[in-house]
């Protein structure tokens, strides 16, 4: 997939270069959803370092697709402009079933704009294009947590309450 082009940013498949700009926006995510849940008292950042290993593995998997919209730049005509959004999404094969014909789920994983971008249709593009991905994956369903904030768009491009009820363990 190239970038995508017409209504919206540009929306292109991240690439090794965009790592350390990945890890910051990543890390940017988890500081708003706030909680204890994300930003446990006792957290240490020895976690950046695992995320830039596996987001380098993933950049190439077939089953993961890693977006991002590239900044403006500053005013000063810098060149390194940054990343203004990125998302990530995956794929996982489960056993199909009545509900799940095929058995392939889709995760959206994490989609985040760097504050002095947003309200540009970033997160918009972006979620376009993974679900035009996972179409193309023939995926027979697609989850995500939504956050506050996020929740409006992930509504207006079809997204609805799920019907089984989410539990988690920690080992």
Partial sequence: MGQRKGNGPAVRQAVEYDLVELVRLRALLFENLGGHF???ASADDDWLDALAVVLKEQLTADAVRILVVDGDGDSDG????GLAACGIATIEQRLPGPHLRNGRIGHVIGVVTDPSYRRRGHSRSIMRSLLDWFEEREV???DLYASAEGEPLYRELGFTDHPDPALYWRP
């Fill in 38 to 40: 994300f930003s446990p």
């Fill in 78 to 81: 810098d060149s390194d402009r």
């Fill in 140 to 142: 027979a369903r697609v």
